[in-house]
């Protein structure tokens, strides 16, 4: 028998305040468990009801209830993402309307790309220098594998961005990189078989990354990370391992975005006709670098980032 209308508690929208909530810090997430650490304790828990169709990614800073213990067998719920002061996202391709958080709060994104097997590919370091941009992230470019080739022709060719770059000569000799990455929130992202997991294991040994070799048919790496997890760095500071990517979709991301990236030219663009994408004929940038206001370098350079994010990588 079904309860009479009159006999059965009409629901409620009043949502519960958990003013008894714990803040915790997401490292991981695993099929619908989330790895959170909680006053340096890790504690496994689930999402709320509550929290709808809102998504939680590695980087969020959450509130829980429940069993917080870490015990094996305890389960906590989120109930609240706290606002994100970062999000570096992504699309599945260029035209996908879908955008996917990648990383949340993150302070500097670690662009990774080997020297010499395989081959670097700069549509891709400009994609994710666009990335970088829109998120407001500092950029930092890793080369690897400098044992193999020499970094100079890379270095020169992105000179002209100012964006700062480490060479790592080996896994054992990172002290420059630990010094960019203290205190600071840092995600890595690169191809499969660049090196991310073999710097992870570099500057957290516990960390245990597997690593694997590049294919010598298709010169291209075998996916060994399947998710994105943070790891504390011993010196202060976080580092994001992210898994290998194939292509970084940019649809979610204005020409206006990756202007403002460029101060000394983003005045110029002011004089440009309406709905101007800094790649047609009547530009005013180009009257801008010819009266001395900026270098036709950095044009080159904005005009490269904003081509490979109309064309496909």
């Not at 879908?98 to 395989?118: M, Y």
């Not at 294991?201 to 943070?230: F, Q, Y």
């Not at 460029?262 to 801008?288: I, K, V």
């Amino acid at each position: 028998m079904r309860p009479g209308r009159r006999g059965s508690r009409p629901r409620t929208r009043r949502r519960p305040a958990h003013e008894d909530a714990v803040e915790g810090f997401v490292t991981a997430v695993d099929r619908g468990r989330y790895r959170c650490l909680v006053d340096d304790l890790p504690v496994t828990a689930m999402r709320a009801r509550e929290l709808g169709r809102k998504g939680v990614v590695v980087g969020d800073r959450v509130a829980l209830v429940g069993d917080t213990s870490g015990e094996p067998d305890a389960l906590a719920r989120i109930v609240r993402v706290e606002p994100r002061r970062s999000s570096l996202r992504r699309t599945a391709d260029d035209t996908d309307p879908f955008e996917r958080i990648i990383v949340a709060n993150a302070d500097q994104l670690v662009i990774v790309t080997a020297l010499a097997d395989p081959e670097p590919r700069p549509r891709m370091i400009d994609r994710c220098l666009v990335a970088a941009y829109d998120a407001g992230l500092d950029p930092l470019l890793c080369l690897t594998k400098s044992d193999l080739a020499s970094p100079d022709a890379l270095v020169t060719e992105y000179a002209p961005l100012g964006v700062p770059y480490m060479v790592s000569h080996h896994a054992n000799e990172l002290d420059d990189l630990r010094a960019l990455l203290r205190d600071r929130v840092s995600v890595l992202v690169g191809h499969s078989g660049v090196g991310k997991s073999t710097l992870v294991n570099g500057l957290v040994p516990e960390a245990h990354r597997a690593v694997s070799h590049v294919n010598v048919v298709t010169g291209r790496g075998r996916h060994t990370s399947s998710s994105a997890i943070a790891f504390e760095l011993p010196d202060g500071g976080w580092i994001i391992d992210t898994p290998g990517v194939r292509s970084f979709g940019l649809a979610h991301v204005q020409p206006e975005t990756v202007t403002a990236a460029f101060p000394d030219l983003a005045e110029g663009a002011t004089h440009c006709p309406p709905h101007c994408n800094h790649l047609q004929p009547d530009c005013a940038l180009d009257t801008w670098v010819a009266e001395g206001h900026a270098s036709q370098a950095r044009l080159d350079s904005l005009r490269r980032l904003l081509t490979a994010r109309e064309q496909p990588e």
